[in-house]
């Protein structure tokens, strides 16, 4: 028997029609870190601050993401008390994109900006990221169960990894000395 | 007062004196001794401002470098993984002509290599050895060659071609079960894989051709794809874990379709059904064989510690030789209810049962009950015990401990 073209049309023609109905946005980048803030402080962003990894808050990092930190300064916009934090973090291969939004001391809205991982992209979903919202440190853990999605475990320890570090810089500049 | 203030004290009283010793007084050797002093705790307290710079410098110094590290990992176009696990099983075999199964084995010593070429276009790769060893001598199908395989289970080109579109070309993972896409030993409980997607599956099954991923709703996913075929033998009974060609030369004389709905829009619950179907499961080399289906659905549920796996797999196989041989029907399940004490800790328990020939007279299931935990030593290195009954319908039982241990990078 040999394989004949014609049996497998209606797959071909129907997996063609899939492609074309879908929308043309590029696939990886749902929001733009400049929207993300500007929605954060509703269109009235602050300027951004910065913050140096150095010493103890460098280890401190490490410690909460697992891994140094890829960089030596973290910009962070703080206004009112609410501070809000753009961070990156491999989920297996590929870097994701969180925008974290922290409000006495407990995750007001996390998101996911930009997903280049091939698996793992459920993540996204608001269903999912809203599991984060009101959950805090406590010691160096979060003090709420994240229930994951098949999959996408490593994807969930990524956002658990920001999402400790945000917290954790957000603690450290409340009590640092004004 | 500092250094420089003290010298100048010095100099102006050594002036002082030269110029009028009759006018102004000579220090005294008191006031001389606390100007040392003052020196000496000035002195101190420059070296310790030294040190503490010195320190701050080999800080920076420190995070740039491990700044810098982090930062090549994160702008990496390529990169690479993999897993591993050995296994030692300790089975004996209950009832005349039972064998015992004792041995220890790296079962599986897995490469992983990808590259991103643009944001919307990556490779992935995953080469395999089995069983440690592959000895190129001999006769193919003996002892001599080594119980090994060296494998190609994954290579392809994935392509984003929107938000919620994607499309694989190359060998791939076929989109089915539970375990066959995601299997690393950090990941499932159990020394060894379940029976039933292990023999109804086929799992590990990989075929080549070309999937399209369409995210149809938030939660809703759905994948099809044109992929090469089984190859199924009489000699094999018509069983499909023997009848991936494993895209190896293989046989296109009959391409199949696959087509996957998976939901996963509510966080800790993944449901899914695929549907397989192939023209002609032997490749159009056994009279008597015909076209093949496969069915299979699966749900996962994980909320706080608990987390419950249920799967079902059944295939239907056209052809009057299949039919003579009970292959007709092959199909199988399994429960397994999981509970994680913490981040080390976690135990099982298994319910499987499976049958390769359910569509003869004869009584051929295989069912197994398996209890055991798992004991994570970092959260991608995993220790793992259980103790499995299993027993053979037409074959006797078997029961033993299984000890593993696996990782995953």
Same mark, same amino acid.
């Given at each position: ?9 209606? $797959? ?28 954060? $402080? ?22 909460? #993401? ?20 753009? #961070? ?9 994109? $969180? ?80 | 007062?500092?250094?420089?203030? %003290? ?39 420059l070296k310790a401002e030294n040190n503490e710079l010195k320190g701050t410098v080999q800080e920076v110094a420190v995070s740039t470098d491990e700044a810098i590290k982090a930062q090549i990992k994160l702008a990496n176009k390529s990169h690479w993984g993999g897993y591993g696990e050995l296994h030692y099983n300790n089975l004996e075999g209950q009832g005349p002509g039972v064998s015992d199964t004792k041995k220890i084995d790296f079962h599986r010593f ?8 643009? +944001? +919307? ?127 190896? %030369?293989? %046989? ?21 059904a695929s549907l397989f179907n192939q023209t002609d499961y032997c490749q159009g080399v056994v009279v008597g064989c015909g076209s093949a289906r496969a069915f299979e659905t699966h749900a996962v549920y994980k909320k706080d510690k608990f987390q419950l796996r249920a799967l079902y797999a059944a295939w239907k196989i056209d052809g009057d030789d299949v039919k003579a041989d009970g292959a007709d029907k092959q199909n199988g399940y399994y429960l397994e ?23 003869? %007279? ?48």
């Amino acid at each position: 028997m040999t394989f004949d073209i014609k049996k497998y049309s209606l $797959f071909i023609i129907a997996t063609l029609l899939l492609v074309t109905v879908s929308s043309l946005f590029a696939r990886g980048v749902y929001q733009t870190d400049e929207d993300f803030i500007s929605e954060a $402080f509703l269109n009235k962003p602050p300027e951004n601050s910065s913050i140096m990894l150095g010493g103890d808050v460098r280890k401190k990092v490490a410690l909460l #993401l697992g891994h140094p930190y890829g960089g030596l300064i973290i910009k962070y916009w703080v206004k009112e008390g609410r501070t809000a934090w753009i #961070l990156k973090e491999i989920g297996k291969t590929e870097p994701i994109t $969180f925008g974290i939004v922290i409000k006495n001391s407990k995750i007001e809205k996390i998101k996911v900006l930009e997903f280049r991982e091939s698996r793992g992209w459920e993540v996204k979903y608001p269903a999912f990221t809203k599991q984060y919202n009101g959950v805090g440190l406590e010691g160096d853990k979060l003090d709420k169960n994240i229930d994951g999605v098949s999959g996408a475990t490593l994807s969930l320890w990524a956002m658990n990894g920001v999402s400790r570090v945000a917290l954790y810089l957000h603690q450290h500049l409340s009590n640092k000395p004004k | 007062m500092n250094i420089k203030k %003290s010298l100048k004290g010095l100099v102006a009283l050594a002036i002082a004196g030269s110029f009028s010793n009759a006018a102004i007084a000579a220090p005294t050797n008191a006031e001389i001794f606390d100007m040392m002093q003052e020196m000496k705790q000035e002195l101190k307290n420059l070296k310790a401002e030294n040190n503490e710079l010195k320190g701050t410098v080999q800080e920076v110094a420190v995070s740039t470098d491990e700044a810098i590290k982090a930062q090549i990992k994160l702008a990496n176009k390529s990169h690479w993984g993999g897993y591993g696990e050995l296994h030692y099983n300790n089975l004996e075999g209950q009832g005349p002509g039972v064998s015992d199964t004792k041995k220890i084995d790296f079962h599986r010593f897995v490469l992983y290599f990808g590259h991103e070429f643009r +944001d +919307d276009l990556r490779f992935f790769s995953e080469f395999e050895l089995e069983h440690a060893l592959v000895k190129d001598i001999g006769d193919a199908d003996t002892s001599d060659n080594g119980p090994g395989e060296v494998e190609l289970e994954q290579a392809y080109i994935q392509y984003d071609y929107n938000e919620t579109t994607q499309i694989t070309g190359g060998l791939f993972l076929m989109p089915i079960g539970i375990m066959n896409e995601t299997h690393e030993p950090d990941t499932f409980y159990g020394v060894e894989r379940n029976t039933v997607e292990k023999n109804i599956i086929p799992s590990t099954w990989w075929e080549g051709g070309v999937m399209l991923t369409k995210e149809l709703k938030p939660g809703l996913t759905l994948d099809v794809a044109l992929t090469s075929g089984l190859e199924a033998t009489d000699a094999k009974k018509y069983k499909p874990r023997d009848g991936r060609q494993k895209v190896a %030369s293989a %046989s296109a004389r009959s391409l199949a379709t696959i087509g996957r709905l998976k939901y996963t829009a509510i966080p800790g619950l993944e449901l899914a059904a695929s549907l397989f179907n192939q023209t002609d499961y032997c490749q159009g080399v056994v009279v008597g064989c015909g076209s093949a289906r496969a069915f299979e659905t699966h749900a996962v549920y994980k909320k706080d510690k608990f987390q419950l796996r249920a799967l079902y797999a059944a295939w239907k196989i056209d052809g009057d030789d299949v039919k003579a041989d009970g292959a007709d029907k092959q199909n199988g399940y399994y429960l397994e209810p999981a509970y994680r004490f913490n981040d080390k800790w976690g135990a099982f328990v298994r319910y499987e049962t499976y049958d390769n020939n359910d569509g003869g %007279s004869t009584d051929t299931e295989v069912e197994a009950r398996s209890i055991g935990f798992n004991y994570w030593i970092d959260p991608t290195v995993v220790a793992k015990f259980d103790y499995v009954d299993q027993s053979k319908a037409n074959n006797g039982d078997k029961d033993g401990i299984n000890i593993g241990i696996g990782y995953s990078f």
